[in-house]
């Protein structure tokens, strides 16, 4: 075991007691598979937490398929006039669904718009509504554990009643309800409509994340350095700041990178029932929409695909980068 | 274990109260109109208004308006929609079918999931282990109803395998929608699976039964997979929220009569009190299935049910 002992009492404040991360240090030890994969090289300073994990991330090719794929839709949501020089909404009924040709290359749609300029476009929907949706969810899941778990006594009681009680009630089930009643008119602004389905999400996800972060603080409290920092006399405000929240902070982002790939499916399944996005905002979920009906399917099936290979690479690239974080972060892999 | 038992029991009725009163807020008592879109496209007609206020009894105070709807829940009373049918008639014409599309699908979650985590985690670190853990990250990133659309499109019209449709929803016709539904949690069940087999192969009583002499697949198959398979049972039943939701859309689909065909077609309908009154008695059912699997849990693991 080459491992400075430092890095594995940092990664001990993750999600495993001592007892179990020395357990999976002397296993290693017997068979003897991970511990010469995972064993760092660089000198004798200890590593943090964050760097430690860096360090296993940058050698995981799961990790750059999924950030090369993330920053390509990101730049896609940003900047469609990047991919495509055509509109989007130019649509010309007498070419409606032509097959891919060297002037629509994947093809046109019922309405005879290009598939490849609305799928490009769609990007910034399914991104902002999964990004937003990610925020929402993260924050107020984050500041819900961190005061359940750093109070404690009856406010957490009451806290975790609270998140047990919206958790009970499933997530695409509840957005049916949320979404249907507050219907949108002919006339409402995208980012209301984008803002309903985010509202819907962080009301109905926040749950999952606050028992995370509560879990994982209560991992943390009983540490040496929060005992100190509380006998010099630091506020609790201080120590949440500056010793709990980055020593706890870990799972919960590996989660939500891993939700933020689930709540653009949701988006998109919402969309795909007609009551997340409408036309005419363009979408992944309102096009394979449109595309699905059945007769389309079998005569024009590129209009289902396109969209559809778009969105699953899109839900599949967040999953990875949750995936990969996930193992740099774990102890039991060293 | 009646100790269990009762104590899971008293414990869920907070939580059936708290999640009813939420459904009942977002529905009725948020500022907004509570008759928007329960009239198709256009606004309701006054005469309308004031019946659904005097039906849902929202000129009372908030706590009395929910005690009156939660008394109505419990008289199995969820309205009546356009149709004039109770939506409870509605429901209970169409669940058979939903029912039989649910079991399948959980027979495939079962089978082909426990059957892929148990080779992915005896050929840890191998090809085959990797190849199960990419491949059901690429599951869970397909979106059911791109799923269900290129299922349909490559088993039931191109090579003609299954039925395109399942109009009258018999056992043979909901074979292809069933493995549609289920794919989503065979990944997750395949992942489960896989981490329990992993983490159990150095307990204890598996290294007794290697020096016992048994073979690797009866140390398998009758110690580690046996103790593998609780959490993996509980997330097949924690997992019934996502099914439901899944059968609106395979249910769509197909064009099976089911329930979740029901709520789609309701949704489009813009038939408000069906949509409420189904999607709440989903809710429910969902409520129910964690409770029984909480207390298979406690039969299943004696160590949960003692303390």
């Known amino acids: 075991m080459t491992e400075p002992h430092d890095s594995s009492l940092a990664k001990d404040a993750l999600g495993s007691s001592g007892a179990t991360a020395l357990g999976a240090v002397l296993e290693d030890d017997l068979s003897g598979i991970d511990a010469t994969t995972g064993g760092p090289v660089v000198g004798t300073k200890p590593r943090s937490l964050w760097s430690d994990a860096w360090y296993d991330l940058r050698r995981d090719p799961l990790f750059w398929i999924s950030a090369v794929l993330i920053v390509v839709f990101i730049l896609m949501a940003l900047f469609p006039g990047l991919f495509t020089n055509k509109d989007p909404r130019q649509c010309d009924l007498s070419v409606a669904r032509h097959i891919p040709s060297p002037a629509h290359w994947f093809g046109t749609d019922i309405q005879g718009c290009d598939v490849y300029a609305r799928t490009i476009y769609g990007a910034r929907s399914s991104i902002l509504v999964g990004i937003l949706a990610t925020l929402g969810t993260a ?95 630091a506020k609790p405000g201080r120590i949440i700041l500056s010793h709990v929240l980055p020593n706890a902070m870990a799972p919960v982002m590996v989660v939500s990178t891993i939700n933020l790939g689930s709540y653009i499916a949701i988006e998109a399944t919402l969309s795909y029932l007609g009551i997340g996005l409408q036309e005419p905002a363009i979408s992944w979920g309102v096009s394979i929409s449109d595309a699905s009906g059945l007769g389309y399917v079998r005569s024009a099936p590129f209009m289902l695909l396109f969209p559809s290979l778009f969105l699953s690479l899109a839900v599949l690239a967040f999953i990875f980068l949750g995936e990969a974080s996930q193992n740099a972060f774990d102890p039991k892999r060293h | 274990m009646l100790k269990y038992v009762i104590r899971r029991l008293l414990q869920m009725i907070p939580v059936v109260i708290g999640a009813t009163f939420i459904l009942f807020c977002l529905v009725f008592a948020l500022p907004g109109d509570p008759t928007a879109g329960r009239c198709g496209d256009r606004p309701c007609p006054p005469a309308y208004v004031a019946a659904f206020r005097a039906e849902y009894h929202l000129d009372k105070p908030l ?191 197909f064009n099976i009569n089911g329930i979740g065909n029901f709520i789609f077609r309701s949704i489009n309908q813009r038939d408000g009190v069906s949509v409420v009154g189904a999607v709440t008695c989903l809710v429910l059912v969902y409520l129910l299935a964690n409770l029984l699997v909480d207390l298979l849990y406690g039969v299943l693991d004696p160590r949960i049910s003692h303390d």
């Open chain 1, 139 to 233: 924050i107020i899941g984050s500041a819900v554990g961190l005061i359940a778990g750093f109070r404690g006594g009856w406010l957490d009681t009451l806290l975790s009643r609270t998140g047990d009680i919206f958790y009970a009630i499933p997530l695409l089930l509840g957005g049916i309800i949320i979404l249907y009643t507050f219907p949108n008119q002919v006339g409402t602004p995208y980012i209301v409509v984008v803002l309903k389905v985010v509202a819907a999400l962080a009301i109905l996800g926040w749950p999952s994340i606050a028992r995370l972060m509560r879990s994982s603080v209560l991992q943390v409290m009983p540490h040496d350095y929060i005992q100190a920092a509380k006998a010099l006399g």
């Open chain 2, 63 to 253: 706590l009395v308006q929910y005690g009156l709807y939660l008394g109505r829940l419990l008289h199995g009373d969820l309205g009546v929609n356009f149709y004039g049918n109770t939506v409870v008639s509605e429901l209970a014409a169409r669940y058979p079918v939903t029912l039989r599309l649910a079991f399948i699908a959980v027979l495939v979650e079962i089978f082909v999931g426990i059957a892929a985590g148990v080779i992915a985690g005896v050929r840890h670190g191998g090809f085959l282990d990797y190849l199960i853990l990419v491949s059901s990250l690429v599951v869970i990133s397909i979106p059911i109803f791109v799923i269900g659309s290129l299922a349909q499109l490559v088993f039931g019209m191109k090579l003609g395998w299954f039925p395109v449709t399942a109009g009258d929803g018999s056992w043979s016709q909901l074979v292809l929608p069933g493995f549609v539904l289920g794919a989503l949690s065979v990944a997750y069940v395949a992942r489960l699976t896989r981490a329990n087999l992993i983490d159990n192969q150095h307990a204890d009583y598996v290294r007794t039964a290697k020096a016992k002499g048994l073979s690797g697949f009866r140390i398998v198959t009758i110690h580690t997979l046996r103790n593998s398979l609780i959490p993996v049972i509980t997330f097949i039943g924690y997992d019934f929220g996502s099914l439901m939701g899944g059968a609106i859309v395979t249910e769509q689909i």
